[in-house]
C-alpha cells in the first residue's frame, strides 16, 4: 500500500523560505516519478514541481516558481523533498506529495494528506 506523508508547512513572511518533505513507502523510490501539487481555496490544483525516476533525470517547474523552488529526492531515505524560496502570498495553498510511474500521470496517481503553506506578506 503506498502512503506519502508531507510535513514542512507552516507559516511564513514573504520572502522567507520553507522546505516541504514527502517519506514515502510502498513505491519503488527510485523508480517512479513524484511531484508537488498545489491548490489554493478557489483556484484550479496546480503542478508546481515534478522529477523522475532515476534513469530518466527529468525535473519539471511550473513558470509561478522557476527559480525559487527546487525539487530533490533522496532513495536512501525514500523521501521528495521542496526547498521553496522567496515565497509569496500567491503561494498559500495545501501543498500534496504525488507519486506514479511517469510525471505525465502524476495527477492519476497516489497521493498524500497535503500539508498547508501559508505566506503572510
Known amino acids: 500500500q503506498v502512503q506519502l506523508v508531507e510535513s514542512g508547512g507552516g507559516s511564513v513572511q514573504a520572502g522567507g523560505s520553507l522546505r516541504l518533505s514527502c517519506a514515502a513507502s510502498g513505491i519503488n523510490f527510485g523508480s517512479d516519478a513524484m511531484g508537488w501539487v498545489r491548490q489554493a481555496p478557489g483556484k484550479e490544483r496546480e503542478m508546481v514541481a515534478g522529477?523522475?525516476?532515476?534513469?530518466?533525470?527529468?525535473?519539471i517547474y511550473a513558470d509561478s516558481v522557476k527559480g525559487r523552488f527546487t525539487i530533490s529526492r533522496d532513495n536512501s531515505k525514500n523521501t521528495l523533498y521542496l526547498q521553496m524560496n522567496n515565497l509569496k502570498p500567491e503561494d498559500t495553498a495545501i501543498y500534496y506529495c504525488?507519486?506514479?510511474?511517469?510525471?505525465?500521470?502524476?495527477?492519476?496517481?497516489?497521493w498524500g494528506q497535503g500539508t498547508q503553506v501559508t505566506v503572510f506578506s
Open positions: 522529477i523522475s525516476s532515476d534513469s530518466i533525470g527529468i525535473d
Open positions: 504525488v507519486a506514479a510511474h511517469s510525471i505525465v500521470s502524476l495527477y492519476e496517481g497516489s
